[in-house]
């Protein structure tokens, strides 16, 4: 009896080390096989409040501390390697180095239009003849100051095609209006006019959008300058002085 009950004892001891060593499922909750157990407080539980919730302020350490923490981490290779990578030091400038301004030229022309909106285009190829050929700022002033309703949209059109065609390396001061066309939207919208005596037509709301190629041309300042030349060049003293000019309209004989 004494041999059986010591073979049922070990072998009841070998199952609950077998079940105690599985591991269990994780669940939300903790299963204590032992007593009970209770957060300490120690001897006053204000204090373990205060200590868990009132901040604690951080001393701020120097640049020489830091970097020597760094290198301290460094050897002891306990650091990453993106923090270990020392920063890298600002190269000095050149006095006579200029910055870079703009994008490298891409092309010499830049090609811009409008959006077809509600306009006839006879009425937007007016405004078309009055910036075709002038300096981009020019063009933007007269959209500016004009009293026409599609000028405002044809000068938010000019300022944007400005800004993408210096993006292309077209340089702004020398930019002008090289072209400027207007066509028809590709749908024309109907409606029913009715008139007197039980008659009716069909009345065309007309769509259309004005297109502009920005190029480099003459300044506004060298325009002035031809136009001057140009006036001087035609002004003839009144014979004071010998000159080699040409008699313009000569008469078959003297005026007495």
Not at 87 to 93: A, I, L, Q
Not at 172 to 201: D, Q, S, Y
Request: proline share 5%.
């Amino acid at each position: 009896m004494q041999r059986l009950a010591g073979e049922t004892l070990g072998a009841a001891s070998v199952l609950g080390r077998c079940v105690s060593s599985r591991p269990r499922a994780s669940t939300s909750r903790l299963f204590l096989s032992g007593p009970r157990r209770h957060a300490s407080f120690g001897t006053n539980p204000l204090d373990w409040i205060r200590s868990v919730v009132s901040p604690n302020l951080r001393e701020k350490r120097s640049s020489r501390e830091i970097d020597a923490a760094k290198r301290a981490k460094a050897e002891d290779e306990s650091q990453s390697v993106f923090d270990a990578v020392a920063p890298g030091e600002e190269k000095p400038r050149l006095k006579d180095s200029k910055p870079s301004v703009g994008m490298p030229r891409q092309s010499d022309h830049h090609k811009y239009s409008t959006a077809n909106f509600k306009i006839s285009h006879r009425k937007l190829n007016k405004l078309g003849r009055q910036i075709s050929g002038k300096p981009i700022d020019s063009a933007i002033l007269q959209m500016t100051f004009s009293e026409k309703r599609a000028s405002k949209r044809l000068r938010n059109m000019l300022v944007l095609a400005k800004s993408h065609a210096t993006l292309k390396g077209i340089d702004p001061k020398k930019m002008v209006v090289a072209e400027a066309w207007v066509t028809k939207g590709p749908h024309a919208l109907k409606r029913v006019e009715f008139k007197g005596r039980a008659k009716m037509g069909i009345r065309v709301h007309p769509h259309s959008r004005l297109s502009v190629v920005l190029k480099e041309g003459k300044t506004r300042e060298r325009l002035l300058e031809e136009e001057r030349a140009r006036k001087l060049k035609r002004i003839v003293s009144a014979g004071l002085a010998r000159e080699d000019q040409p008699l313009r309209n000569p008469r078959s004989m003297w005026v007495w």
